[in-house]
């Protein structure tokens, strides 16, 4: 179970999606193949996707790029000498691939033609330091898939059991066991709620007298530590809020398409 600070419970990925869609102004030509023009706004999206990706741009990814372009230009044509743009199947895939462009590209328009007003990101910046609270806590947990386990594991930790060598023997919580069901420090919003409403009633060093039920399992819960949050700067987090209200209100245009349209 990953659990995430303020400042990182507002970053959406989701937007990451936008970055492909964006239409390439460049007119030119990067190379001809047997006679068919590859578009250097081609070449300009390639580009694009790979700087979002991290990488820079210059001369040798270029270079690599176009070599790339051709390759998969001269593999095109191959197949369509084969007849397999007739297939089925890659007819189904070749719409598929189309219907995503067309997603990321309406993602696209809204984004750029949807403006979010300082006052509702800072409204929002409110409501979000409300839910986190103004405290973190450094908890340990032990997951597990039946209740019955979860309470065998508390009547062990009460006869003196240890908790990280049980965590890393019996937890199935893979970014935790390993290191003895140590959680980073969070506020309790950052967790499912049965977790923080059990975490929230322990003393420094309790241990929760049975099992917390989540959709993730049977949780053993004790906290190690509290102490007071430094909630991020409005200017800081900014960004991060604004994808967080565009992400709210684009679902909420989906699903009044979604209302509006006919399906059978």
Known sequence: MRLKKFSQVMIVSVW???ALSVQAQSSG???KVNGVAIPQSRLEL??????????QDGPEMRKALRENLIAEEILAQEAVKKRLDQDPETIAQLEIARQAVLVRAFQADYIKNNHVSDDTLRKEYDVLRVQMGDKEYKARHILVENEGEARDIIANLKKGGNFAKIAEEKSIDDGSKENGGELNWSPPAAYVRPFSEALVKLSKGGLTEQP??????????????????EVPPFEEVKQNIQQRVLQREFATVVQELRSKAKVE
Request: glycine residues 6%; without cysteine; proline residues 3%.
């Open 46 to 55: 390639m580009v694009k996707a790979n700087v979002a990706q991290g990488q």
């Open 212 to 229: 917390v039920q989540t959709s993730f399992g049977w949780h053993v819960i004790q906290l190690m530590d509290i102490r007071p949050m």
């Open 29 to 31: 030509v990067v190379a």
């Open 16 to 18: 990451s999606l936008v």
